[in-house]
């Protein structure tokens, strides 16, 4: 089974409009952490926000927040009034073993991505 | 510029040559990872170090892969016998001891002919 499920491949979103990235996750693991990164077409991964297992609220970053359903087992990213410069891929990933204490040891397990289209 | 940095940022390679990358971390970030991503994929985790000592290694690191990183800064990842089957972008990222978030470089990419 695959840890992590970005079930939209693509997405075309108007200007100004907020935009909902789903990410389903697989893990037996009581203490885990959940990544956002966005690929703009220049290749280059930049970290958006984390969300730790045992982290009581969701996170937020500026525009970004991130809707934590732990019993369904689901961290989608919610960005607020979408701009042109969103346009990327937008990867979920999941870092396995530990939470909110942070310092995590391992690697990172990454959906395949859902590519956004912001259109004007 | 003190972000993570690779070089180089392509490389182009006959089969069964043998190619070495190098990764310079953010200064004072004491964990490395090196990830692997293919086109329309997400990046896989390949292998992680913290200072010196390599803690992690991905099933997917064949034992024509092998990574360092000596003095515990910069590592490097070589591939040996290239297969076409390893073109992909090689992504690097450091992170510190006690943060979650990973910081990236901008990729080698590598094209086997």
């Known amino acids: 089974a695959q840890k992590i499920t970005q079930t939209q491949p693509g997405m075309f979103v108007q200007e100004k409009e907020a935009v909902t990235l789903d990410c389903t996750y697989d893990?037996?693991?009581?203490?885990?952490?959940l990544f956002w990164y966005k690929q703009p077409s220049s290749g280059e991964m930049i970290f958006l926000i984390y969300q730790g297992s045992y982290d009581e609220q969701n996170a937020t970053e500026g525009r970004y927040s991130l809707n934590f359903q732990k019993a369904r087992k689901s961290a989608n990213l919610v960005i607020s009034a979408s701009q042109l410069g969103d346009s990327a891929m937008y990867f979920c990933?999941?870092?396995?073993?530990?939470?909110?204490?942070?310092?995590?040891?391992?690697?990172?397990?990454f959906g395949k991505g859902t590519h956004l289209i912001i259109q004007p | 510029d003190t972000g993570v940095s690779q070089d180089p940022r392509h490389k182009i390679t006959k089969r069964g040559q043998n190619v070495t990358f190098r990764c310079d971390p953010i200064s004072e970030h004491n964990r490395l990872y090196w990830y692997r991503q293919t086109l329309g994929q997400g990046p896989e985790f390949l292998t992680y170090?913290?200072?010196?000592?390599?803690?992690?290694k991905s099933r997917l690191l064949s034992d024509r892969f092998s990574a360092e990183r000596p003095k515990g800064s910069f590592s490097t990842l070589e591939i040996q016998r290239t297969e076409q089957g390893d073109s992909a972008m090689y992504l690097c990222?450091?992170?510190?001891?006690?943060?979650?978030?990973?910081?990236f470089g901008p990729g080698t990419r590598l094209t086997v002919l």
């Open positions: 990933a999941m870092r396995e073993g530990w939470g909110t204490t942070g310092g995590g040891a391992d690697g990172l397990t």
């Open positions: 990222a450091s992170s510190s001891q006690g943060y979650n978030e990973q910081f």
């Open positions: 170090f913290q200072n010196e000592a390599q803690l992690e």
């Open positions: 893990t037996s693991d009581q203490s885990y952490g």
